[in-house]
Each structure stands twice: as C-alpha cells, then as structure tokens.
C-alpha cells in the first residue's frame, strides 16, 4: 500500500548574494524556485537535471541540510521547517543520505567500522560487540567483508569506497535513502557494479529511493520516475517509460537526444542547444528554458507555464502544451 | 594514408621506491593525417601518461621511456632535445585538457592569454593577434567573441573555457590534436555542442586527432578508429564499427555492457574475484574475465591477432572464435592457439548472435 | 583473515593491527631517502640519550659545577671527549644533560602554544561572528611582534630563568597555533565528510572533537615539529642573553654565551654545544617537512 512519504509544496531556497564592503545584499542565487513535487513509499525518483538545475540544492533540503527559503517539504505529513532539534534528530533516522564524491565523504582517519557505525553510535547508541556486529552486517549488505572494518578508507578502491558510503547509510536501516549522484566520480566498470548492487537492495530491503544524477542511463536503470529539472525549477515528472517514450517538455528532448551511445557513429545526431544553461542569478523570466527552446512562443517570456495536463501522473510545464 | 604519428614499441615505467612500474606497453599506435583515433579507457590504464608522453611533458626521470620508433609527420621525437620539443609542442602537436580551469592562466584576459600564444608562435605584432584571435574565436562557435576576449576565465562558462582551449589550440596551426577527455566535466547538452564542434573543426582543417575518452559511446560519435586501453596495454583495436558492433575482448564486452540502456536488464558479470592467483597470467583482465582458461597463461597467446583488416584482438580465446582466424589456422597460415581445452563465452550481443 | 565476529577479544588486536599497519607505511614515506633517514634517527638517539642521560653520564659532577682546578679548559681528548670549560667541568656530560633541558623545555613551550592557540583557533572557528573577528584581532596584535622581541620582553620583566623563559616563549608562540588551528578546522567544516556526519545527525559537539579536530592534528603536529628546532634556538638565545637559563645549568645557549670569553683559545667550548644546537634544530626541521607529506591526505584513487 503505497502512501505519501514526500511530498515537496513550491519549495524554494535562494541563497543571499552579498557584494560592495559593506556586505549588502545585492541579489539572490535561485537554487530551487518553486519545485512540488511527491514522493510514495516504494518508489525510486530520479532527478535529472544538468548544472544549476537545483537537484543538490533540492537533495539538501530533503536531507534537512538546508533550510528552505519558503514552501515546505513534508515527511510523513510533517513540515521539516517546523519539527525542532530532537524531532529533526528522530526524523534522520528514517532518512539517510550518500554523496557523490566517495574520497572526501569518508573522514580519513577513521577506520571503516567506525565510519559506517558512526550512525548506529549516534542513533542506537551502541556499544561494543553488539555494535562490531551490527557493522559487520552492514558491510556484508554491500558485499564487503567483516575484516574490511579495521582498514581506512584509502585502503579501498573508488567504487568500493562508494560501497562503503552506503553501507554507513544502511547501518540504521532507514526507510529512504537519498543518492546525490551516486556513480559520477567511479569508473564505468564500478558503476556497472554499484547499479546493480543498489537494484537488488532496493527490492530486498523495500527502500525508498531519491536519486539525484546528470546521468540519464543511471536514472533510467534505477528510478522507476523521473523528475526533470532545469534553472532551479522541475519541468516534467512522470514514470521512467512514459518521460523516456513520449517526452513532453522540449527541453527533455534535447536532453535524451545530446547524450551518444555506442551505436550511434558521428554528431550529426546529437542534439545541441544553443546558449547556456540558465543563471541562478538572474534566471530568464517566465519559463526558464525559453531562451533556448526553439519552440519558443511570445507567452513563454512572461508567464511561467503552468503543469499540464493538470491531474495526471506524467506532466509538464510547458506553454505549447495548452 | 600516410600516417601522422607513429609509434612503435613503446614502454614508458615510473621508478618509485617500491620498485619500476611498467604503465604504458604499447606494441604498435599509428593515426593517419586527418583521422581521429580514439583511445578508450578507465582511470589509471595510462592515457594521461600516453598523453604526455607524445607530447614531451613526462620528466624522464622518474619516468623511464623507451620506444623504438617516435614520429610525428616524418620527424623523430625520441632523440630530440626538450628545445626542440618546445619548438614543436604547439606548432604541430597540442593538446585539449580535461579542466579547462587549470588550463588557463586565472589572472590573465583571454585577449592576453591567446594573444601570448599567438604573438610568440607567428611572430605578429598585437594588432594583427587581435584579429587572429577574433577569427579563431569564431571558428570554435564561441558566442559572442568580441565581448568574451576582454573577460577572465573565471567569468566563463565551463563549455565556454572549453572552446577556449581548443581556440588556443588550434591557433598555433597544430594539425595533430590530442584532446585528453575534453568533455568530462561538462554538462551534457554542453557536451554535444561542444563534440558537433570537434568534429567539423577536424574535419574542415583537417586535423587528426587522439582522442581519449573513458567510454565508447563518446569515440563512437567522434572517431574513425578506436583503441581498447587497459592497464597500458592495447587488447582491441578496429574501426567504430568494429569494436561496437563486434566486440571480442571480454573486457571491450564489459565496458559495452556496462551502460545500463533504456529496457535492459544489466547483466551480472562478475566472477568471483577471491579464488583467483592473478600472477597466473600476463593478462590484466585475467582475475574478472568470464572466460579465462588455460591459454590465457601463455604469453605469447596474449599478442595481438588480427581478426580482421581493420580489427585485431589481444586475448587467445576471441581471436580463436573468429572465423577469419580459424580460416587461416586452417590453411596453416597463422599461428592460432589451438581451440580446445576451454569454453568461449559469448556474451548477448544487442546486434545479432554467434 | 575474517575476524571471528563473536570474539570479543579479536576486536582490540584488530584495531590496533590497522594503526600499526597505516603507521608503517607512513615509517616508509618518512624515512625515504638517506638525509631523512640519518635525521630520524638522529632525533631518536637525542631522545633516547636524553632520558637515560643521568645514568650514562660520564662525570655527574660537571653537572652542577664542582671545580676541578687541575682541568680547566683542557682540548678533547679520550678522557674529555668533547673538552672541559673553565670550571674543568667535562662539556660532553653538559652537551648531553643539555639535551634534556632543551627537549623538555622546548616540548613544554610548544604544548603550552598549542593549548592556547588550538583552544583560541576552534573557539574562533566554531563561533565565527564577532568572537571570530576579537581572536582573530588578537592573535594579530602578538603576530605583529617578533617572537625573539616579545619574549625578551617578557623574561626582562620578570627576571631571567628557565621557568620564565618557558613560559615567556610559550605565550609568545600561541598565535601561530591559532590561526593554523582556525584556517584547517574552517576548511575541515567543508568538507564532505563533515556534512554527511551532519546529515545522519551526529551533535556538533561531536563533529568537533571526533572530526575536525581530529584531521586538525596533522598540520598541527607538522608545524609543531618544525617548530621544535626553532624553539630550541629561541630558548638558546634567551639563555645566551642571560635571560633565560642560569648558570651552572648545562644550557646549550648558557655554555656558548660562557664560552665567548674564552672561544679564541679554546675553541672546543664553543664548538660543540653550537653543533649540537645546529644537528637538532636542522634534524626536526627535515623530520617537520618529513612528516608533512606523511600526513597529507592519501592519494586519491579511482574505479
């Protein structure tokens, strides 16, 4: 029985520009300018979305890294802006996050059992054998050994150090686990390796899964829905077939057409955009994407396009599909 | 086609305290004027250093190079005094950083950057640099070129510095390229734009190129020619078409299959690592291979075979299974391992079967 | 070798076998090449003579400064090795007690520069605002007097003595300490593994000590070693200016001050307390420099 474990109301979060030497505030940085968005037990979204488009920035407002600017994002129906110390502190239990870079997100001086038990030591409070053991169990998890525990870090491969990340976001069994792309910084071969781990421990351990990554076979492979983001704002959302078959937003397009793929010889294939990706600073009005768009209409530059179709599970903000 | 570069028998070792490292082994690499040769591999198999070497920059020691033949366009590089290498890198060899950040000199305009490089190598005075400038800048597709040439790097965008790069690149008349994962740190639709200009760049001026990428896909879009990179050795060499389309070496099937594409299931292909002495084989893949076997053990099985006239394998087990080399066992022709004692794996291939 | 989970007794031996390990591989980057090697042992021979020094010492008497008329100012020979001074006291005895004086001395001025200068810099680190700024003013104020300067100060205030000169030294040093200690833990906050303690919920407090402070120590160690040598010759200094250490204390400093009048005629006086001032003071620094690229963080892999 699928329930709400998400949901994301018009979440925003700028980020103070401060210049002159005074330190005035002279503009925002729009991370996230108004993202909804829900999430249900069981499913795993990903987030798509190239440089600027707010998935980290979004990911750190899950994860309560970060406070929101305004809108609110609700776990269990309760606002994470309104829960105070301690609840936040339960709350993390549940929610777990691993980060991209598998070097600097493992403190270098600690051995491995007390890099992945550091959760169970702030949550469980354990202590001695129970906590070896529990540790133990979680490298297991990850296909690593119990004598893995008393080595550091940088003993260890990039893909098996990224194993090691996830197995301290195991440790306490949570119910979501958040991966802020997860593969980029490994090899392919790795990452080959990793995929496949992180899809039979979604389905074993039922987990609920939010994927952030720039990279489209990742998320087609792992989430079974996907979130398109661009200039700090979602612009499609819906099940992984469905955006993958039939996109609706010109910029998905572009997207999943500019990435090659072995069959694919020479460029002309490729589908370029012309200008850059949108500034955070001083965004585009109305839709962001419509400096590029070459579908562009006068109303994409006033108006933010609204989500059609308005009640469906696949959707997009976009003007041409009124 | 004449060819542009040519190596042969190239070792290139590091001497660290542990002992000599041997990184890059390469029996034979040559890159035709105009054509674009891919270099496929992961982190660590030596590309960089490959890079380097070509082009002069590795310190010798620690390094410790040996090759038996070093050409660029008729001219040997191996004997050659670090002022004469000076004089060529640039001229007719440059090469295309994977960060373009560190590639540019962050307190320096681009006007002023380019026009050091510009200046120095043509002999121009400023003024005539100027325009050189504006015209290369155009030639990459950089938007907006007049506005841009007064900024700094860090007022770029990172496709922007890109293009930067390749301008000063190719600013020096360089006609051999060596563009090292020029895209790894770019944004995907940066990317493309960025590969669309590669290509019509190589091929107006024609310019040959290296280029080294960590997946196929990428030299599949780019280059007429892919090498297989593993550990410094080549195991696969062939046209695109050849190595995507049929590919022998396991390792070449696994970077293949490793991508996860949209309605496949990825496929599991690992072996047991723990149970295995590594030492047994010269072969690097010999711990992860699918299809190891007692002919893997013999060194001399691990040569490269041709297995066709553009493609050539350095494992006994696919060069076995072609029919091209079995044909020519056959008719005693070639020295081929003979196909018994093991079992040849084959692994799903997206394009027909075997 | 697996270790048996449900052993109790496997886990300490483990553990401790992983540091044991990590710091033989760091024995190997510091010990790289000969000049870093004699240097080390140099130093651990310094330390090792220095604590067994009240037994091995060959005349305890030169000690303290019992004259012995019939030997003063004799050259080295095998009974003096390194010569006697004026008292007829033998300098190889005094060379060697030195050791104990300058090492233990230097240690306590450098954990007296550390404590002060790490609790200031974790302090302005982690309360950043106006806190930040008033420390960070501070340590500027003694950072704008030379070391040598201030210390001079301080000890002719109070009188010369070991004690003073000591604690002089370490009130002097503590700036140092400070910023280092504010400019690692701020760029330690940073770093991902920080944040992902943060984001399973590990206190603040905790970061601090198990985290920040805990990647703190290594730059700090390595400025420490570097600075050992300097605080020995500061310490030599003072005494050489009589602020510091007092005769008959078989300072380094305090024995080529005394031997100035005499340095024409009897060169060996002066001769061997300054080499060995010299052997330690460039011993710690290439051990400091050694010691840097020890703890650097390791090298970053892929794949």
């Keep these: ?44 979204v990903g987030l798509v979305g190239e440089s600027g488009s707010g998935k980290t920035t979004l990911v750190n407002g899950i994860t309560m890294l970060q406070p929101l600017t305004s809108g609110s994002i609700r776990y269990r129906g309760r606002d994470l802006s309104r829960l105070r110390r301690r609840e936040r502190h339960q709350l993390r239990r549940s929610c777990q996050i691993v980060f991209q870079d598998p070097f600097w997100s493992l403190d270098p001086r600690w051995l491995v059992r007390d890099i992945v038990g550091e959760p169970l030591k702030v949550h469980q409070h354990l202590r001695g054998q129970a906590y070896q053991n529990a540790v133990a169990k979680a490298l297991e998890v990850v296909g690593l050994g119990a004598d893995d525990m008393f080595k550091y870090p940088h003993e260890f491969a990039g893909g098996l150090r ?25 090899d392919v071969l790795s990452q080959h390796q990793i995929l496949l781990m992180l899809q039979s421990l979604k389905e074993r ?47 998905t397009r572009a997207l999943f057409s500019s990435v090659p793929s072995p069959e694919i010889y020479g460029v002309e294939s490729l589908a370029s955009l012309p200008g850059e990706v949108a500034s955070a600073l001083n965004p585009p009005s109305g839709c962001r994407f419509h400096p590029r768009c070459s579908q562009g209409m006068a109303t994409c530059s006033h108006k933010d396009p609204p989500k059609l179709p308005a009640d469906g599970s696949h959707f997009a903000y976009c003007w041409l599909l009124n | 086609m004449e060819a542009q570069l040519k190596v042969r028998d190239l070792q290139v070792g590091f001497d660290v305290f542990k002992g000599h490292v041997d990184v890059v082994k390469l029996d034979e690499l040559s890159i035709g004027r105009g054509e674009s040769y ?20 590795l310190p010798q020691p620690p390094a410790v190079i040996h090759a038996s033949e070093m050409r660029l366009g008729g001219v040997d590089l191996i004997n ?113 734009s ?54 022998m070496h396991p390792y070449t099937l696994d970077l293949l299959h490793a991508v996860p594409r949209k309605g496949e299931a990825l496929v599991d292909n690992g072996v047991g690592l723990t149970d295995v002495d590594a030492s047994r084989s010269a072969c690097c893949h010999y711990r992860r291979c699918r299809s190891r076997g007692p002919a893997c053990e013999n060194t001399e099985a691990l040569a490269m075979l041709p297995v066709s006239e553009t493609h050539a394998v350095a494992c006994p087990k696919a060069a076995a299974a072609s029919p091209a080399v079995l044909a020519e066992a056959a008719l005693g022709l070639a020295s081929a391992p003979a196909a018994t004692g093991y079992r040849v794996v084959q692994h799903q291939s997206r394009r027909g079967d075997t | 070798m697996p270790v048996p989970v449900g052993d109790k007794n496997a886990e300490y031996p483990t553990a401790v076998r992983a540091r044991l390990r990590q710091m033989r591989q760091q024995w190997h980057v510091l010990t790289r090449n000969n000049v870093q ?32 008329e019939s030997e003063i100012l004799e050259p080295p020979s095998w009974s003096h090795p390194f010569g006697t001074d004026e008292f007829g006291r033998d300098i190889f005895s005094r060379v060697l007690y030195g050791i104990r004086v300058s090492l233990a001395a230097s240690v306590i001025v450098i954990s007296i520069a550390i404590g002060l200068g790490a609790t200031f810099g974790v302090i302005a680190a982690g309360a950043r605002g106006i806190i930040d700024e008033v420390i ?90 570097l600075d050992m040598g300097a605080v020995i010759l500061m310490l030599a200094t003072l005494s050489f200016l009589g602020l510091g250490a007092q005769p008959p204390t078989p300072e380094w400093g305090l024995m080529i001050n005394q031997s100035r009048t005499y340095f024409l005629s009897a060169w060996w006086y002066m001769a061997f307390p300054g080499a060995a001032i010299t052997l330690t003071v460039l011993s710690f620094s290439i051990v400091g420099e050694g010691l840097g690229e020890v703890l650097n963080p390791k090298g970053r892999g892929r794949g």
């Design chain 2, 38 to 57: 891919g270099l496929v591999g992961e982190s660590g198999a030596g590309k960089t250093v490959l890079a380097l070497t070509l082009l002069g920059l």
């Design chain 3, 37 to 68: 090697k004699a240097a080390v042992i140099f130093i651990a021979l310094l330390c090792v003579a220095g604590v067994l020094a009240p037994y091995i010492v060959p005349y305890p008497d030169s000690i303290t400064g019992k004259v012995v």
């Design chain 1, 162 to 186: 990224q194993r090691i990340a996830i197995a301290r976001a195991l440790s306490i069994e949570p119910e979501l686990v958040v991966l802020d792309e997860p593969t980029s910084a490994i």
């Design chain 1, 205 to 251: 351990l039922g987990l609920t899964i939010i994927l952030a990554s720039h990279d489209l076979s990742v998320v087609s492979y792992l989430a079974n829905k996907i979130a398109v983001m661009y200039g700090g704002r979602l612009l499609e959302y819906g099940a992984t077939d469905q955006v993958f078959s039939e996109p609706l937003h010109p910029y």
């Design chain 3, 136 to 225: 960070m003013r501070i340590t500027d104020i003694f950072l704008a007097f030379p070391v040598a300067v201030l210390a001079i100060v301080i000890t002719s205030f109070w009188g010369g003595s070991l004690r003073n000169a000591i604690i002089a030294l370490g009130i002097s040093w503590w700036p140092w300490y400070a910023r280092l200690v504010r400019g690692t833990a701020l760029s330690i906050r940073e770093r991902p593994y920080v944040r992902a303690a943060r984001a399973l919920g590990t206190s603040p407090l905790r970061i601090m000590f198990s985290h920040i402070l805990k990647n703190s120590l290594g730059p700090t160690l390595v400025l420490a070693s």
């Design chain 2, 194 to 247: 960025i590969l669309k200009t590669m290509y019509r760049l190589r091929q107006e001026l024609e310019v040959s190129m290296l280029f080294i990428a960590n997946s196929l896909a990428l030299v599949s879009a780019m280059c007429d020619r892919v090498g297989i990179l593993m550990r410094g050795r080549l195991v696969e060499t062939g046209t695109a078409r050849d190595i995507v389309e049929e590919p």
């Design chain 1, 1 to 44: 029985m699928a329930e709400t474990l998400i949901e994301i109301g018009d979440a925003k979060i700028y980020f103070p520009v401060r210049s002159g030497p005074l330190h005035r505030r002279s503009g925002w940085v729009r991370a996230v300018d108004g993202v909804s968005l829900v999430v249900e037990t069981g499913d795993s």
């Design chain 2, 80 to 192: 050659m005094s670090p002022k004469e290498l000076r004089a060529i890198r640039g001229r007719h060899i440059a090469m295309i950083f994977q960060d373009p950040m560190s590639a540019l000199d962050p307190v320096y305009s681009v006007r002023a950057q380019m026009s050091e490089v510009i200046c120095r190598r043509a002999g121009v005075d400023r003024a005539e640099a100027f325009e050189r400038i504006l015209k290369y800048m155009h030639l990459v597709e950089l938007p907006d070129p007049e506005t841009i040439v007064h900024k700094y790097p860090h007022q770029l965008s990172g496709g922007q510095r890109q293009r930067l790069i390749i301008a000063l690149a190719l600013s020096c008349g360089a006609d051999f390229l060596i563009a090292d994962e020029p895209t790894r740190n770019l944004d995907v639709t940066v990317q493309a």
